[in-house]
């Protein structure tokens, strides 16, 4: 399992992967709340995904797509969290792990994140 170079030299957000586990207590809402342990420190790219147009006219970022090195890919799951730059951000699609047609193996690690109501 290795990143090829081309997408590797890209890699270089620095990013904090959290394991997210639901606690014992909901909030005022009902929502569960979860309880976030670090599980590794890596590198990313992140790559805007949708837009959608606010009432003002001023486009927002809702989704992005997040690359992460193959080496990630035993790690990161469905309940995953990620910190870059001090902003949280949540998976909400299972992450998707690409195979390379070159190398066997995983080529990298991609998944759909949107910024946590947390941050």
């Known amino acids: 399992?290795?990143?090829p170079s081309w997408l590797a030299r890209r890699l270089t957000m620095p990013v904090t992967?959290?394991?997210?586990?639901?606690?014992?207590?909901?909030?005022?809402y009902g929502n569960v709340v979860y309880d976030t342990t670090p599980i590794r420190d890596s590198v990313c790219f992140l790559q805007p995904s949708t837009e959608v147009e606010l009432?003002?006219?001023?486009?927002g970022v809702n989704t992005m797509l997040m690359h992460l090195p193959a080496s990630d890919v035993d790690v990161v799951?469905?309940?995953?969290?990620?910190?870059?730059?001090?902003?949280?951000?949540?998976a909400?699609?299972?992450?998707?792990?690409?195979v390379s047609l070159i190398?066997?193996?995983v080529d990298h690690?991609?998944?759909?994140v949107q910024r946590s109501a947390d941050a």
């Open 1 to 3: 399992m290795t990143t």
């Open 17 to 28: 992967i959290l394991e997210r586990i639901p606690n014992a207590n909901d909030d005022e």
């Open 92 to 98: 909400i699609a299972p992450p998707a792990a690409p």
């Open 55 to 59: 009432a003002d006219g001023r486009a």
């Open 77 to 90: 799951d469905t309940f995953s969290a990620f910190v870059v730059g001090g902003v949280q951000y949540e």
């Open 103 to 105: 190398r066997p193996g």
């Open 109 to 112: 690690v991609e998944v759909q």
